[in-house]
């Protein structure tokens, strides 16, 4: 209450009316109930007669009242026939002090973690203007719910633009809106653990989001090695309970290889006879530079396969809009879910991307964004040739980040911490395994590096990797 | 793929090279996967030589390498040097047929069913606009991730706001943002579960929706019956190891009376006694019509009390965002969860909201659904009053629905049943109790009915009620 306004007192103390809107009644109740509040008016307190109040205020006498009504009917006020209205006697628990603030951290200087797509070319004026057209033309029902379903014309647009460019099958019925990928993890979770399954395979080394989505639903993760086609398929079969496998065929994370075709017969093969199912975790498949992409594995055996995508590499996490793509089974089997534990993304949201496509500017936007990135990638690894050239650069020139190999005897765990000194923000491709391996890596990130930082950054990270090299004689901890 | 280009054939089937963006291998990938896909080419079958396909086609025979290529590697055909290429073998599992059609249930013509606020009514033009300027003056940063934070100025108008006409008492920091109330008390509840709790006091009847939310967390619902003083909280002594407790105090769901000043004090004072903590489900405190709202009971004991909001009745459930304010040492537990089960709002609507109050806009908009709601009641109960005078409007004059009293020996599922037929969404009032009694009611929602249609409404509603009274002998089922 920061307005200066009319100063009245209360017994010793002094308050202020504030000036503003809303009537005299509503302010004086904020004033008192302020004054309660800080502790200033002391429990038990007498307030003035009306009266006297009212003539000191210069206002009617009725004004008082109502807002000494007003504060006993919210418990601030005790009022007693024949009696003054006294402050409440109980009135502990109001905090004092100040505030722990909750302030998200600052991104380091130079960003090199995995995952933040490139956040300076999120196409804003095309987003709020396919926001307004949604806005404006959403038929009002929609406005009253969540968009599990959304329009059949959304759906039908995003369905058709999937079919094209990820080479789904689907028909619209088969799409769910999600408000991310984790988001349609965790529904997927309950509806797989209600229907029995209790294990499911993951690639080792694999991104923990998902892994610990599982786990918390009931369905216990099962690592299975990734070699340079992928996921070891074979292995699958070592585990007799598991009938659940969660990859990222397109561009595995965070080794960054595709998934080969020996391998993606060999997965489905498994599927079809553990009767099981492949969850397809599309995160960054809109962005091969040396090719095109590899389609879908749903496309492949929409009857096996349940594709997860969204919008957060390509657009920004923060629109919050996914999806999944499910066999007409399981889609029958959701319905019988309550629908309430799921978080549906927004009607306005799914609309607004349905006329980004429609208009064309979602795909021009992504191509433009694959020439950025690609550039943006080769000066990264020409940066590394030159300042690192004792690293190695592994997997395919795809998506937002890189795995890189340090020399031998690289602590990178050290490397982390020294980096951070230095304003680089690291991850360790420790990070992502699950059985540990004596073998030191980062997983750099370069989607949301500017151009004209990539020379420093790697500077930075020249230094600290050779200040991270363990000396012949253990250091002391 | 609907669009005409040149045929070619492959065997004896002939299929469609499309026209349209994309290059010709990219096309031709697409021709022969949909082949695949639709079974027209069958399983094992032999693709031409490259040469002569190009030749048919009249491309390069590179282009018809490329297609092959990658269609081999994505697992649709299968390359066998010396021998031609072929389809897989094994590609069943292409689903075929009508697909199953998931149309959102239509609402009914004349909706009296609760919980929709007036969906003409929302803003368009200034949310579309609120939300352009907010995602053209969001910093980069925020763009990366969720809003369980957002930005501090955010917060602080946010906060600002709720201070001033709910009467909370906080600081930014102790304000969550959420998705809305369901999703709130879902990670509240998460929260509660950690720190111990297995029980909860709720309001009996009271919406199922929270209530379901505790029980699927682990915490299970215990019913205290309401009188029209809200919640009767002596009895909540009579369980013991009861500390927690769901409350609507500014009008109690669906009975819809105000949790009296007696009752809040009491309330407050049971808490602290038990060192148990009070979840204020604050849904549409921002209607009333014959006073003032309540303030609410979070400002009275910010120690004790949790308070969930949304925007779900002030604007729409499509915008998904609401808040929850907790006392300081909750805040400290929280932030000792895993996050990332939390899904927070898109920091962009956040920032939408943001601008929407700073500009006036929000309180504009709830002043005039005020007048409006309050029209539409009195219409709504004068029409009860002159077609269905043997019925009896109770609660207060407020919120966006009211309970209605049957006349003895209605049988409200059946009047439920029969206003369907008549196109009338209506829901019991024994839907929301969790003991039943005898005592027939609707819960009645006049938010989202159009006040030109209130009349023929209630006529509708008139006959069907009249169809609903049981006759003096049991009818048979």
Redesign the interface.
Known sequence: MVSIGLMFTVGAVSLNLPDGPGSL??RL??AL?EGI?TGRLAPDSALPPSRSLASEIGCSRWVVTEAYG?L?????LIATTGSATRV?G?A????TGA??????P??PRFDLTPG?PD??A?P??R???A??QA??D?P????????L?ST?AARTTLTDFLR?TR?V?E????LSLT?GS??GMGWLTALLAKLGHTRIAVEDPSWA?LR??AR?GGITPVPIPVDQHGLVVGRLSEHRDVRLALVTPAHQFPVGV?L??AR??EL??WA?RVDGLIIEDDYDADFRYDA?P??S?Q??????VVLLGSLSKAL?????LGWLIM??PL??AL?GL?L??I?S?????VEALAVMIERGWYERHLRAQRLRYRRRRELFVDALAQHLPQTQVTGLAAGLHLPLRLPPGTDAAELVRRGARRELGLVSAERYRIRPLDDPGLVLGFG?LRDSRIDEAVQRLAVATAESVRSPRRRPR
């Open positions: 009644t509503r109740c904020a109930r509040q007003q006993v009917t919210e418990g601030y409440r109980t502990t628990g109001f905090p505030a722990h603030q909750l302030a998200p600052p991104r933040v956040l300076a999120f804003r004026s987003w709020a203007e926001y307004r806005v404006l959403l009002n029902d929609l406005l009253a719910g969540r968009a379903i059949s094209r080479q099958q028909d619209p019925s088969q408000t984790t988001a989001g610990a989505v918390r595709a080969s075709a993606r017969l489905i093969d079809r095109r590899v389609a594995l496309g492949l055996a929409p009857d096996r920004s996490p923060a629109i919050e066999p007409q889609i029958m319905l309550d309430d534990r978080v993304p927004s009607p306005i949201t949301n």
